[in-house]
């Protein structure tokens, strides 16, 4: 369910309400001594939020992609290794 920002147009007052999409707006200020009328706020919603290595990647390949993936991954560190023993020995040298 999601928040809604209400301003009382009588107090200013901002609250932020959770309610279900199917219920109806608020039409008096939730602070009794006040009794003004609200009036609902447009709010830029909610943005999703991608962590980790990717979320394409880990949640929606087929099995067989994500074995072809580990396999390359595998080749391109083992050549890594191999270039930096290189690297080393022309500098012991």
């Given at each position: 369910m999601p928040t809604y920002d209400?301003?009382?147009e009588k107090c200013g007052e901002i609250f932020e309400i959770f309610q279900s999409m199917n219920d109806k707006k608020l039409t008096n200020c939730p602070?009794?001594?006040c009794g003004g009328k609200m009036q609902r706020l447009l709010g830029a919603g909610?943005?999703?939020i991608f962590k980790g290595s990717g979320f394409y990647e880990t949640d929606y390949r087929s099995e067989s992609y994500k074995a072809g993936a580990k396999a390359d991954k595998k080749k391109s560190s083992?050549?890594?290794k191999k270039s930096?023993?290189?690297k080393d020995t022309k500098k012991s040298d």
């Amino acid at each position: 369910m999601p928040t809604y920002d209400y301003q009382c147009e009588k107090c200013g007052e901002i609250f932020e309400i959770f309610q279900s999409m199917n219920d109806k707006k608020l039409t008096n200020c939730p602070n009794n001594s006040c009794g003004g009328k609200m009036q609902r706020l447009l709010g830029a919603g909610a943005g999703i939020i991608f962590k980790g290595s990717g979320f394409y990647e880990t949640d929606y390949r087929s099995e067989s992609y994500k074995a072809g993936a580990k396999a390359d991954k595998k080749k391109s560190s083992n050549k890594k290794k191999k270039s930096e023993k290189k690297k080393d020995t022309k500098k012991s040298d």
